[in-house]
């Protein structure tokens, strides 16, 4: 049974940063890609980034290049989000999640396994 658990949310001031974190269990982490998607009041959960099995290759949500960093430590089985320079419209709850499959996609049905997510409030 795959288990993520993600932390480091809160509230932070527009400018600042936040890093956060996914604790991956269950099955060989660094075998698998993985991904990040948020989730703001009353829309959709969209994509924020995705990172491969070896960490060598990376995508990220056009509106989210330059800000947000994705990250693993294979050693650690644990997956990080560095959020910089953070706005308001991206305050959402934030998920971390992991396919079922070996593969590489930003399609959130590639995604069955999800945590339970973290907010992030950013204020003006």
């Known amino acids: 049974q795959v288990q993520l658990v993600e932390s480091g949310g809160g509230l932070v001031q527009a400018g600042g940063s936040l890093r956060l974190s996914c604790a991956a269990s269950g099955r060989t982490f660094g075998s698998y890609t993985m991904g990040w998607f948020r989730q703001a009041p009353g829309k959709e959960r969209k994509f924020v980034a995705a990172?491969?099995?070896?960490?060598?290759?990376?995508d990220y949500a056009d509106s989210l290049k330059g800000r947000f960093t994705i990250s693993r430590d294979i050693t650690k089985n644990t997956l990080y989000l560095q959020m910089n320079s953070l706005k308001p419209e991206d305050t959402a709850v934030y998920y971390c999640?992991?396919?079922?499959?070996?593969?590489?996609?930003?399609?959130?049905?590639?995604?069955?396994?999800w945590g339970q997510g973290t907010q992030v409030t950013v204020s003006s």
């Open positions: 990172i491969n099995w070896s960490g060598t290759t990376t």
């Open positions: 999640a992991a396919p079922a499959t070996i593969g590489f996609s930003r399609r959130f049905d590639f995604y069955p396994y």
